[in-house]
């Protein structure tokens, strides 16, 4: 058996599901179904992130910590 991952348009969406309801449960079986969210949507999607990001990309360079100082 292969699993796929497709992310599909929204003006085909009813239209692909149609078809997939069309197999048998022996031939296809959904496993998930989600709603795509850009990066950028999922990040204003969670209160407060945005104003967080804001307020952070003003703080002085100091405060930043660089890839170089952290311990991986």
């Known amino acids: 058996m292969q699993t ?6 929204d003006s085909i969406n009813d239209k692909f599901l ?3 309801n069309h197999f048998s ?3 296809i079986e959904i ?6 969210q850009t990066d950028d949507e999922y990040l ?5 992130m945005e104003e967080s990001i804001i307020k952070a990309s003003k703080d ?3 405060n930043y910590v660089t890839e170089n100082k952290l311990d991986w």
């Open 44 to 48: 204003k999607s969670i209160k407060g």
């Open 25 to 27: 449960e022996s031939e």
């Open 31 to 36: 496993l998930d179904e989600a709603i795509y």
């Open 60 to 62: 002085s360079i100091e």
């Open 4 to 9: 796929i991952t497709l992310k599909i348009e």
């Open 18 to 20: 149609w078809l997939l």
